[in-house]
T-cell receptor, first 113, second 115 residues
């Protein structure tokens, strides 16, 4: 399985600001995913990020609010822009390994005041 | 699109007892069903998965069963221990051409194992 790290692990931010979350994998992977997990809720896919192409966003999520970069096969960033308290969530990145399974990072716990 | 229902939302058992969590899915094309365990403050951890060409899979105290006709799959944990306490998520996806489609998650089951 892949080893995934995320930075920051948690943050408290002010309304109207932006936060960039980093996801680093210990091996090269084609597909990376970003999820949101609202307090006490399940996981919702934000977008799929493949290296060398634009991210594919799920219904309800737009690039202006959640811009994603995927500069290489081991790294991706998700930015949460112009934050409001409703953006307070855990943000998780995951990767698809060679066996078609998804492994998750530890998450970034975001609180917006 | 796919919809995954998970029951129960909370489950409390005594240490040593068995725990069963059930999920149903709506898309008959789904062919991959993983289970994740999420401990407080951590990311989801894959604990077992099953593909549609198999009816049952077991890994020590954990087993998963799949009924394709009824479109439901279940997680069975035997001889539960306090460290099994966590939130468990089921998911479903359609694996095509060697790549996995989007995972659709159930709402989760909070399992509490009382010593």
């Amino acid at each position: 399985s892949a080893v995934i790290s995320q930075k920051p692990s948690r943050d408290i931010c002010q309304r109207g600001t932006s936060l960039t979350i980093q996801c680093q994998v210990d091996s090269q992977v084609t597909m990376m995913f970003w999820y949101r997990q609202q307090p006490g809720q399940s996981l919702t896919l934000i977008a799929t990020a493949n290296q060398g192409s634009e991210a594919t966003y799920e219904s309800g999520f737009v690039i202006d609010k959640f811009p994603i970069s995927r500069p290489n096969l081991t790294f991706s960033t998700l930015t949460v822009s112009n934050m409001s308290p409703e953006d307070s969530s855990i943000y998780l990145c995951s990767v698809e390994s060679g066996t078609d399974t998804q492994y998750f990072g530890p998450g970034t716990r975001l609180t917006v005041l | 699109g796919e919809n995954v229902e998970q029951h129960p939302s909370t489950l409390s058992v005594q240490e040593g007892d068995s725990a069963v969590i059930k999920c149903t899915y709506s898309d008959s094309a789904s062919n991959y069903f993983p289970w994740y365990k999420q401990e407080l403050g951590k990311g989801p951890q894959l604990i077992i998965d099953i593909r549609s060409n198999v009816g049952e899979k077991k890994d020590q105290r954990i087993a998963v069963t799949l009924n394709k006709t009824a479109k439901h799959f279940s997680l069975h944990i035997t001889e539960t221990q306090p460290e099994d306490s966590a939130v468990y998520f089921c998911a479903a996806s359609f694996n095509y051409g060697g790549s996995q489609g989007n995972l659709i998650f159930g709402k989760g089951t909070k399992l509490s194992v009382k010593p």
